[in-house]
């Protein structure tokens, strides 16, 4: 599967090593993802996504039904 976030399309990014005589190399930068399970009580169901750690945190402040909300009006498949 790919390496993105369910709720904000956070991906994986491109950029270089730089070593010490400024030779320069592709290499990723992985978004930390972690998979999670949301309670939504509006439709009284769990919901397993993989999401970043700093959506986690958004989710904690916002609550879940707003970033689902944010989300789908983005235009990314959320369940």
């Not at 976030?5 to 950029?15: A, I, N």
């Not at 978004?31 to 959506?55: G, H, M």
């Not at 970033?67 to 789908?72: C, E, G, N, P």
Request: charged share 25%.
């Amino acid at each position: 599967m790919a390496r993105v976030c369910d709720l904000t399309g956070k991906r994986t990014r491109v950029g270089n090593n730089v070593s010490h005589a400024n030779n320069k190399t592709k290499r990723k930068f992985y978004p930390n993802l972690q998979k999670k399970r949301f309670y939504i009580p509006e439709q009284d169901a769990w919901v397993t996504l993989k999401v970043a750690t700093s959506t986690i945190r958004t989710i904690s402040k916002n609550g879940i039904m707003s970033v689902l909300k944010k989300a789908k009006e983005q235009g990314f498949i959320v369940y």
